[in-house]
């Protein structure tokens, strides 16, 4: 059975850093693209990043660009989203999807809350 799970969600000052995980059960991870979305209150879900199985390539919304890291260890079959500083329009739940424009079969995590607050 597919899982994926994300952690790594919290409250963190403007300007602070966390990394969020999405690890994998049932399947490879590796042999998909990933996704990682975020939706805030009232908003609709975004595009955060993505990586392409194939090669490796990232993407990132020109909202995070810069700021946000897309890594993966195929070891532990998890992929992570390095966020550094944080800005509080970054608030929102986080999710991990099996590719990056995810389709009716694909799958999502549950989501992980990330608030940035002073």
């Known amino acids: 059975q597919v899982h994926l799970v994300e952690s790594g969600g919290g409250l963190v000052q403007p300007g602070g850093s966390l990394r969020l995980s999405c690890a994998a059960s049932?399947?490879?991870?590796?042999?998909?693209?990933i996704g990682w979305f975020r939706q805030a209150p009232g908003k609709e879900r975004e595009g955060v990043s993505c990586i392409n199985s194939n090669d490796g390539s990232t993407y990132y919304a020109d909202s995070v660009k810069g700021r946000f890291t897309f890594s993966r260890d195929n070891a532990k079959n998890t992929v992570y989203l390095q966020m550094n500083s944080l800005k509080p329009e970054d608030t929102a739940v986080y999710y991990c999807?099996?590719?990056?424009?995810?389709?009716?079969?694909?799958?999502w995590g549950q989501g992980t809350q990330v608030t940035v607050s002073s």
């Open positions: 049932g399947f490879t991870l590796d042999d998909y693209d």
């Open positions: 999807a099996t590719d990056c424009v995810p389709g009716p079969d694909d799958y």
